[in-house]
């Protein structure tokens, strides 16, 4: 494979925008000059010391420095091995920052090839004295070995002489086989503290091929890529190797924002998957590097498709619905109810079935790709067309599509296709209806895997929405001034699943109302849940009275938002710089009808106003209208679409401003 | 022998089968449960002053997943001090027919440092039934077996369960050779002691059906409600260290001799500390100094290896090293104060919000030392030697307001840390705003903290960003609407410590307006208290916690209002009275200025049931006051 350099990447100017990713292709030469910092491990000057300590910064430490250095190279015994030299450099600011003078360096144990080995362990701790740095080394009794478990191991190790103020260092190399893991950790150049400079470098041999992606929101401040002479021991002296680095300067802490899907998504990092093994003399081992490749890889895999041929005892169980059914719809959900009772989720997730998918039935036990593929198996031995769909959960972040990656997936559901339809299931929760992905699993798009030819990525977006109805019935009683009247509520999609997961029981809900609304005498509480295999219902009822409602011998003032009132605006943070995902699309609807008391009429009503969302985005009603002595509102918010942009943000602040103001506005009753 | 003790400690009946059979629960046990502890031993056997064997067998039905999660695994601990001997565990079905035996390699074996932050060489093992689920409901059986070298602990015993888990039968059986002394004190109704001298002399606790507690909201502390046993011994032996906790006195002894010798310091310490100190003239002025310079200079490692849980690493080390645990720093701090002529004393004590020795046992039921540095002629001051930013002298809800066990070469005293009353903790707050024509309001608030009070704020002060400081802030003063556009903090040390807040705000709709109206609640910076679920009557003593219920909050707000307008409604001064405290609001208007003052003062404790519709009326009232709206009209 010839090794030259092109550099692919989307406008960096629009990062503020999108998250940007960069796609790496070795084929070409590209250096870029920039103002570059190579400080020395044990030697820190005055100036470095100092960094920080001006007024304006509050984290409680910085990272002055903090890099990486990737190798490759043979070893006798345990083949191809990876060594990684991690210098990190500390400015301790805060007292709180204390406690990152205790390192705990965590590594995993197994089998000789298996095992990850730390060594060369260094630390060193500056301190001002009379003016000038003064350094103190750390000793080896301060380095602490201790075996947490059977697969991991973590060396402690405390600095000496730390304060407020000091400069930490240290350093160890890294040994990681690659029978234990073919590719580098993902790096990330950003935080929780700030980082002055993250610097990753690595030099890869010829013989492997790397597909680097980067992400994150940060430009690169130098991004360098070479061809070397290097030597892993593999070849001889002179093998061909590709070295890289790449630089961020300046990168402030990451801070976590409400509605997101995952910090991955937005952190700035650069990850690794192997595409290619070329070793001399061996045949040259190809990776997913294409969707095809990713289709193909799933598909020859032991843990993946060939879980999926057919056996015994799952003919035996599709013969018995056979005999019950030949719907297909019916057969579908004999299949997903069958699998839902009999196997339950041990809350592990990733796309392989580790023991296989038979031993977890024997279990009655396994994770979710163990349940699912199960599903697929049992689905297609109905005669349905079932193909499992692999995806990436909102915690784990994005599947880009301009990206193949095998790595990006860890969860895995079904998909069935009955005529014209096609289905979602995910049988890992009993909460859970044929179409209705977990809210963890809504994550964009997901891969059909068929079980011939290429796959395809389809929507995970859901028919169902997060939906609330609120009816208010009730009257003012002329004699004591109280308010009261009845309450239905319905919530239905999205949001009957988040009732049903959170609720162990009705009467425990019961509880929970009176306890939410402790200024309202309610009863005749009923819950009723009217759920079934298509869809979510949850229906709720009681009778209520108000009684302290603000008025003098004159007026009465009351909040006719008497539920589904929004009083505190959920985007709190000014303005923002990623998206904001809802999860699902969402529908709230709130009205009442109220009979103002004899002898009083309205002297004033809040104004009825629409708010829309540019591009159709979303929309909310405030309708009120008063005939005779009865009062009318209703109040709608609809948010058409799952995920705003950061352009979105403000008008979407401006929205929900305005819900909050109408919902806050009471109607003035007077005396007639 | 082996044999006949196995078979005492198993002590089954025939029935065995029975016992891990579904059927034999009683059915009032099923009440609210999601496991039922069917028989639980602990057996104690106290071979030496210096050894023990210790057995254990619990047997239990888990009745659904609840119940799998807190009791199909078990935990055993050891160390340097405890071997475990044997550990066993079989699965039964519902019939009581057994399906499973625990495996080796359904052994784990973790390095308790993976539990927390420590440098441990305490370990866990954890057994699991393999991988196959079982169908509810299924009993599991664990027994296993300990050899203790740790003589400083004999093991407390209680047949309560937290955790909706109902017990049948549970027994805590201690053997004692004739030689030696055995103590021990039976706590909030525990079980009376059955005392066997024959052969072998045997002290044994049993109780058995007891139901499955339902939470409580005021629920009694533990040490106050939960039955309990606690065993000590008089004399023992660890690692050649002879000891006995017969007395407070004697406990003293023990700590001291096991530390003795290890407050020598560098020279270079000293001539530093000479030169911090010269020119100091009280005690007061050293203890302080010292105490803000070792802050400085030192951070809290927790080390706990071997022996080392109870024996300080040495002053020598600390200095050159500049970390401890709390043992190690208040040795250090104590080493450093000697320097200066300085006499203060490690004290131990059981930390945390609410914890509590039980003072007339002398037994190990600490885990923390503090100093304490008695003043001629003045308050003796106490230091707490593991945080950086604590104030010289304050304790809080972490140590304060309880027994801690003093010690000096003389032996142990049993003393009392300082407490903080309602009066201590206050919150004093001014707030001027000035509220706009469109119903906004730009508003500052000036705040001080003190007491118990101050430590939330002072946490934030110093641990965390500007950013998450801001966070903290709009959180905590839960108004929707507001920014915040300058904030300020200062966390004032000298004498009893203060939090000083200054906040500037812009709060969007201040004041809700309709029409031609105005509605401004001016509480709007007031805490609301939390309503419990009423319904039950109740029939248990409450507690509100003093940790959180002692306090006082004393507020005023003026609010410049927008020219022309009149109040259509306004607020009647308020004041309310209990047992539990006192609450006063009042408007007043005067001229286009209104000034709104607020006062609540509460006194946590222990309350009889009794009381308890008072207290219902009490938050009532007070939080519907807080809801008071004023209503003004333009003219």
């Given at each position: 494979m010839p090794l030259s350099c092109v550099l692919v990447r989307q406008d960096i100017l629009k990062y503020v925008v999108c998250s940007w990713l960069l796609l790496l292709l070795v084929t070409g030469e590209w250096v870029q000059a920039q103002a570059d910092y190579t400080p020395k491990f044990g030697s820190l000057t005055l100036n470095e010391f100092q960094t920080?300590?001006?007024?304006g910064d509050t984290a409680?430490?910085?990272?002055?420095y903090d890099r990486a250095d990737v190798t490759f190279r043979k070893d006798s015994h345990r083949g191809l091995v990876m060594t990684m030299t991690y210098w990190a450099r500390v400015k301790i600011?805060?007292?709180?920052?204390?406690?990152?003078?205790?390192v705990a360096i965590p590594f995993h144990r197994g089998s000789k090839d298996y095992e990850e080995v730390i060594f060369e362990l260094k630390g060193n701790t500056y301190n001002l004295e009379n003016g000038s740095v003064r350094m103190e080394q750390m000793d080896k009794k301060s380095v602490k070995r201790e075996l947490i478990s059977e697969k991991h191991g973590v060396i402690n190790m405390n600095l000496p002489d730390?304060?407020?103020g000091s400069v930490i260092e240290y350093s160890y190399k890294r040994e990681t086989p690659l029978a234990y893991r073919d590719h580098p950790v993902d790096w990330t150049f950003q935080g929780t503290i700030p980082i002055k400079w993250s610097e990753y470098r690595i030099i890869v041999p010829a013989y492997l091929y790397y597909k680097i992606t980067m992400g994150g929101y940060l430009p690169l401040h130098i991004n360098d890529q070479k061809k070397v002479r290097h030597s892993?021991?593999?070849?001889?002296?002179?093998e061909n190797a590709v070295s890289y680095r790449f630089v961020v300067k300046d990168a402030p802490a990451f801070v976590n924002e409400p509605?997101?899907?995952?910090?991955a998504d937005y952190l700035s990092r650069i990850s690794f998957e192997l595409s290619t093994l070329a070793l001399p003399g061996e045949t040259v081992r190809s990776f997913s590097h294409t969707w095809e490749n990713v289709d193909k890889t799933l598909r020859d895999a032991d843990w993946f498709g060939r879980q999926l041929r057919g056996w015994s005892v799952i003919r035996e169980i599709a013969g018995k619905m056979e005999e019950v059914t030949v719907d297909p719809l019916g057969k579908m959900h004999l299949a997903y109810d069958f699998v839902r009772r009999e196997i339950k989720w041990n809350e592990y997730l990733g796309t392989g079935s580790r023991e296989g998918i038979r031993k977890a039935f024997d279990n009655k036990k396994g994770s979710v790709s163990d349940i699912n593929l199960f599903l697929v198996s049992l689905l297609r031995e109905l005669g349905l067309k079932a193909d499992p769909v692999v995806l990436s959960t909102r915690s784990n972040g994005r599947v880009h599509e301009h990206i193949p990656r095998l790595e990006t997936f860890n969860y895995v559901v079904a998909h069935v296709a009955i005529g014209e339809k096609t289905i979602l299931l995910d049988a890992?929760?009993?909460?859970l209806i044929p179409g209705v992905l977990p809210e963890r699993a809504l994550n964009s798009i997901g891969r059909l895997i068929p079980d011939k030819g290429t796959g395809r990525f389809v929507s995970l977006?859901?028919?169902a929405r997060k939906v609330v109805h609120e009816t208010i019935d009730a009257a003012f009683d002329?004699?004591?001034?109280m308010l009261s009247g009845t309450y239905t509520g319905a919530l239905i999609g999205y949001t009957g699943l988040d009732w049903k997961d959170s609720q162990e029981s009705v009467s425990g809900y019961q509880e929970e109302i009176v306890r939410r609304n402790p200024e309202w005498e309610i009863d005749s509480v009923s819950v009723t849940d009217k759920s079934d295999s298509v869809h979510y219902e949850i229906q709720v009822r009681y009778r209520f009275a108000v009684a302290d409602?603000?008025?003098n011998s004159e007026m009465i003032y009351f909040n006719p938002?008497?539920?589904?009132?929004?009083?505190?605006?959920?985007?709190?943070?000014?303005?923002?710089?990623y998206p904001v995902d809802f999860t699902t699309l969402n529908n709230t609807v709130y009205s009442v009808k109220i009979r103002i008391p004899d002898g009083y009429e309205v002297e004033e009503l809040p104004k009825g106003e629409v708010v829309t969302l540019p591009d159709k985005g979303g929309r909310f009603m405030y309708a009120i209208t008063s005939s005779g002595q009865e009062i009318g509102l209703n109040s709608i918010i609809a948010l058409h679409k799952v995920s705003y942009s950061a352009d979105e943000y403000e008008y979407l602040r401006l929205f929900f401003e305005k819900i909050v103001q109408k919902h806050a506005q009471p109607v003035i009753l007077k005396r007639k | 022998m082996i044999c006949f003790g196995l078979l005492l400690v198993a002590?089954?009946?025939?029935?065995a089968q029975a016992e891990r059979?579904?059927?034999?629960?009683?059915?009032?046990?099923?009440?609210?449960?999601?496991?039922?502890?069917?028989y639980d031993e602990t057996s104690f056997e106290i071979l030496s002053k210096s050894q023990a064997r210790l057995r254990r067998r619990l047997v239990v039905t888990v009745l659904n997943e609840n119940g799998e999660r807190d009791h199909a695994q078990l935990y055993v601990r050891y160390d340097k001090f405890t071997k475990i001997v044997s550990l066993e565990g079989t699965v039964y079905d519902s019939a009581g027919k057994p399906v499973y035996k625990l495996k080796n390699a359904d052994i784990h074996d973790y390095g308790y440092g993976a539990f927390s932050d420590m440098i441990t060489d305490a370990r866990l093992k954890i057994a699991e039934f393999g991988k196959k689920r079982i169908p509810y409901p299924y009993t599991v059986e664990f027994s296993y077996e300990t050899r203790e070298r740790n003589m400083m602990f004999y093991p407390s015993w209680t047949p309560e369960y937290t955790n909706r888990t109902a017990v049948e039968r549970a027994a805590f059986r201690v053997k004692v050779p004739d030689d030696m002394d055995f103590r021990f004190k039976i706590l909030n109704e525990a079980p009376e002691v059955e005392k066997s001298t024959g052969k072998e002399t045997w002290y044994t606790w049993t109780a058995g059906n007891r139901q499955a507690l339902a939470e409580e909201v005021y629920g009694l502390p533990e040490r106050q409600r939960q039955p309990m046993v606690l065993t000590a011994p008089s004399t023992f032996e660890i690692q050649g260290y002879n000891g006995d906790f017969t007395s407070w006195g004697d406990f003293g002894k023990f700590y001291s001799s096991l530390n003795r010798n290890r407050d020598v310091l560098p020279e270079k310490t000293i001539t530093e500390l000479k030169a911090l100190t010269a020119?100091?003239?009280?005690d007061e002025e050293k203890i302080r100094t010292v105490y803000e310079w070792m802050q400085s200079r030192t951070r809290y490692v927790s080390i706990q290896l071997g022996i080392g849980g109870w024996q300080t690493i040495d002053a020598q080390t600390v200095a050159t090293k500049g970390y401890g645990d709390c043992k190690a720093l208040t040795n250090y701090y104590i080493a450093l104060l000697r320097q200066v002529g300085v006499t203060a004393y490690p004290t131990l004590i059981k930390a945390g919000s609410g914890a509590e020795i039980i003072p007339d046992f002398p037994s190990n039921q600490f885990n923390h030392v503090i100093a304490c540095a008695p003043v001629a002629g003045g308050d003796t001051i106490w230091l707490?030697?593991?945080?950086?930013v604590e104030a010289t002298g304050f304790l809080g809800?972490?140590?304060?307001?309880r027994y801690a066990l003093l010690v000096t070469p003389e032996g142990g005293k049993l003393v009392r840390t300082p407490g903080y009353l309602p009066a201590d903790n206050r919150r004093i707050r001014s707030s001027m705003v000035a509220l706009q024509a469109t119903g906004d309001a730009r508003v500052s608030v000036e705040t001080s903290y003190y007491g118990t009070r101050q430590e939330q704020p002072s946490g934030v002060i110093h641990g965390k960003t500007a950013d998450e400081q801001e966070k903290w802030l709009l959180k905590n003063l839960g108004i929707s609407g507001a920014d915040l556009t300058a904030f300020a903090f200062a966390h004032k040390k000298e004498g009893p410590p203060v939090v000083k807040e200054s906040l500037e705000l812009t709060i969007r709709r201040f004041a809700t307006r309709t029409g031609s109206r105005y509605f401004i609640k001016?509480?709007?910076l007031n805490r609301v208290l939390n309503f419990p679920v009423t319904g039950e009557e109740r029939r248990t003593d409450f507690y509100l916690d003093p940790d959180t219920y002692h306090f006082t909050d004393i507020d005023s707000v003026q609010i410049l209002l927008p020219a022309n307008?009149?109040?259509?409604s306004s607020i009647a001064p308020v004041r309310v009275t209990s047992k539990f405290g006192v609450y006063e609001a009042d408007v007043k208007m005067a001229g286009n200025s209104l000034t709104y003052c607020h006062r609540l003062s509460m006194t946590g404790g222990r309350y009889p049931a009794a009381d308890y519709p008072e207290w219902i009326e009490f938050i009532k009232k007070i939080r519907r006051e807080g809801r008071s709206q004023l209503v003004l009209v333009e003219k």
């Open positions: 920080g300590e001006s007024a409680e430490a910085i990272l002055l600011l805060k007292e709180s920052a204390l406690s990152r003078a205790s730390v304060k407020k892993t021991g593999v070849v001889g002296e002179n509605f997101i899907t995952s910090a890992s929760s009993p909460n977006e859901p028919e002329s004699e004591t001034g409602l603000t008025s938002m008497l539920a589904g009132k929004i009083a505190n605006h959920p985007l709190t943070i000014p303005s923002r710089i | 002590g089954l009946p025939a029935a059979s579904i059927a034999s629960i009683p059915v009032a046990l099923l009440a609210n449960a999601d496991a039922v502890v069917r020119g100091l003239q009280t707490e030697c593991t945080s950086q809800t972490f140590t304060g307001n001016p509480s709007f307008l009149n109040v259509e």
